[in-house]
Each structure stands twice: as C-alpha cells, then as structure tokens.
C-alpha cells in the first residue's frame, strides 16, 4: 500500500471527529448558535497539542531507534556486525522493487581536531540503519549493505593519506579534504547501488568487491583514523 495514502488515511481517521463537529458547526449556524463553533475550535486546539508531540515522537524515532540504542561503530568492528545490529525503524517502507529483501544501512565519515592529529572516523550507525526481516539470513544482503562500510573505509583513508601530506596544519584545508571525502563517498555509494542493483547483479557485486578490497589493501597505512600533522613533510 501506498505510503503516502497510508498517512493520509491516518491524519482522516485521526480527525474523523472534527469532521463531525464541522458538521455540526454548519447545521448550527445557519440557527444562529455558535456554541459549536466555539466547541470545534477548543477541540482543534487540544487535538493539535496531542498530534504535535505524536509526531515529534515518531520523527525522532524514524530517525533514530533510541528505544534500542546502540552506538555508532568504527569500521575496526567490521567482522562483528551482523544484521541485529540493524536497529533502526522504518515504518512504511515494506519493499524495494517489489522484494521484501532489503536493508538500508547509515554511514558516515566524522572528523575531529585534536592538537596537531586529525581524527577520521568511518562509522556505521545501528539504530538509524535497518533491515526489513530483522530474521534475515541472507549472506548475499548483508555482504552487499557491509560493502558500503567499506566504500566510507575507503574515502576515509584517502582523506587520512591527503591528510599526512599537508606540509602545515590549516583548519580550513582539513575541514575542505573531509568535505571533499564525505561528497565523493556519497558519489561512489550510489554508484555502487546503481550498477548492483542493490545486490542482484552478482556479478557486478563481486566486481564491486575484489575492487574495493584490493583499494582498501593499496591504503592500508591510512587504516588509523589519527594523522599527525607537523609539518615536517
């Protein structure tokens, strides 16, 4: 079923009494009385202060599971994620082109100054990632959604080896090397699900692969997110 249609019919059914009482409201009117009227806008007013946190509630939850929290993991946790890590909700989306295998998974390259060290951090967010069938055993699924972990790895190190080659420490070139990073990640990441197809094209999948692991070999002295800068390159 449609999504859209779907809170649509919610919000109608939420406010199905209103509707009563606007009925109300223009029976009664043409009578003269307005105590309706009056009735109808103290109802609008409190129907509207239980809808607002109702939906902050559920916006805040969309994007963030805090009712089953857990921390974002560096990508040093790689081998450890399985698809219970996947805690976010989605509450609509029920498909991907008509398949019930899917999963959507949150990345991020985060950045922090620390004295003379940039700290590069690529992290995968449980509680806003999620898996349609929390129960899924698909390798094939999991494989394809922990590549994108690679892919934010991969961007990661090439802003770390950029990085150790500034010959002096300047905010505003750090801060343009992660953004830089952080564009060319989301790039590649879409290019990723375009050409697999989001997993189904194996044999691109197991292009994708090789590829990236052989990358990520080629940068392995970037794989620690902490790069000092002193100038002396």
């Known amino acids: 079923m449609n999504e859209t249609f779907i809170a649509i ?85 029920k498909s991907l082109y008509g398949s019930e295998r899917f999963a959507y998974v949150v990345l991020s390259i985060d950045s922090e100054i620390d004295g003379n060290s940039v700290i590069v951090n690529a992290l995968f967010h449980p509680s806003r990632s999620y898996v349609y069938n929390s129960h899924s055993n698909s390798v094939e699924l999991l494989t394809h959604e922990k590549y994108h972990f690679k892919i934010t790895e991969l961007f990661a190190r090439r802003a770390r080896q950029k990085l150790s080659e500034l010959n002096s420490f300047s905010t505003a070139k750090i801060e343009s090397i992660v953004d830089e990073a952080r564009q060319n990640e989301r790039k590649f990441q879409k290019k990723y699900d375009y050409d697999t197809f989001h997993s189904y094209v194996y044999s691109e999948q197991k ?22 800068i002193d100038g002396k390159n």
């Open 207 to 228: 292009k994708y692969q090789k590829e990236l692991d052989s990358l990520l070999s080629l940068l392995s002295d970037f794989e620690n997110p902490k790069i000092t």
């Open 9 to 93: 019919l919610i919000v109608l059914v939420y406010f199905s009494p209103v509707f009563y009482q606007l009925v109300i409201v223009i029976r009664e009117s043409k009578k003269g009385n307005r105590i309706p009227l009056k009735r109808l806008l103290k109802f609008l007013k409190y129907s509207f202060l239980i809808l607002f946190p109702l939906i902050t509630i559920f916006a805040i939850l969309s994007h963030t599971n805090f009712l089953n929290y857990q921390k974002p993991m560096s990508y040093d946790k790689y081998d450890e994620i399985t698809f219970e890590n996947f805690r976010g909700l989605e509450f609509f989306k």
